[in-house]
């Protein structure tokens, strides 16, 4: 999961210095809407949208902005009508991508999806054809500050992590899907600091390339992420040392 781990980083990186508030929250909205649509407008009974209210609040979103958004999923406003949709691909040098979109309109969204892989060499895939290479896994971030990192993996695997990566700045925790919430509640109740917990798409196997391919692949990446409509991205690559080093000075 090294990779997932690296470029999960420079997504942290890029979306700190991402001050473009306007874009953050309407993805946070979107998330908010969607965990109320699919469960309730209650963060008690319903964990996907507990998370979706602590990340809306991490981010300083407005309340009047949270409760908007869970209202439009519940159907007490309008405009909650939207699609969840998710594209296959492949991006150059046979990198695997999944594409997470929630949309009020499929055409734009696949319209601009086309673009993104025509101008950069990828092109989109059967369905089937890329998802199976991906398991659905809990995604736990917690910032590196002065904890025992020893402490904060026997934490971990005692609340039923499957793995906890560790880095200069951040602790990542892998979970069953099922075991999300019930981890991130312990880990938060033992007075840790969850930087974000969701579901995330983690590529069976990774393949590295060398780092000007591997830039020339995150272009791809970058560009969907750029879109209004894209929720998530997730690719098979590896990234190497050499290639993070390429990534962070762009």
């Not at 602590?54 to 981010?59: G, L, P």
């Not at 696949?110 to 950069?120: E, F, P, Q, S």
Request: negative net charge.
């Amino acid at each position: 999961m090294s990779g997932h781990s690296k470029w999960s980083t420079i997504k942290r990186k890029k979306g700190a210095e991402d001050a473009k508030r306007g874009k953050i929250f309407t993805r946070i909205a979107r998330d908010l809407l969607l965990a109320a649509r699919n469960g309730s407008g209650d963060p008690d009974s319903n964990p996907a949208l507990r998370m979706a209210i602590d990340k809306a609040k991490a981010a300083n979103m407005p309340k009047d902005n949270i409760e908007r958004a869970i209202k439009k999923g519940t159907g007490e406003l309008g405009g909650g009508d939207v699609d969840e949709l998710t594209y296959e691909a492949y991006a150059p040098h046979g990198i695997p991508i999944l594409i997470e979109c929630l949309t009020d309109n499929r055409n734009r969204t696949l319209a601009d999806i086309r673009k993104i892989m025509n101008r950069h060499g990828g092109n989109l895939a059967e369905a089937g054809a890329v998802s199976w290479m991906f398991d659905t896994k809990g995604y736990i971030i917690i910032d590196r500050t002065k904890q025992d990192p020893d402490e904060v993996f026997m934490l971990a695997v005692d609340a039923g992590a499957e793995d906890v990566e560790i880095s200069d700045d951040t602790f990542e925790i892998y979970t069953a899907a099922t075991d999300l919430h019930a981890v991130s509640t312990a880990l938060s109740t033992a007075g840790l600091k969850i930087a974000d917990a969701q579901l995330s798409q983690i590529p069976k196997n990774e393949i590295e390339l060398g780092p000007k391919e591997t830039v020339q692949v995150m272009g791809i990446i970058e560009g969907l992420e750029e879109l209004d409509d894209v929720q998530n991205v997730y690719s098979g690559l590896a990234i190497s040392d050499e290639a993070l080093a390429e990534l962070e000075a762009a």
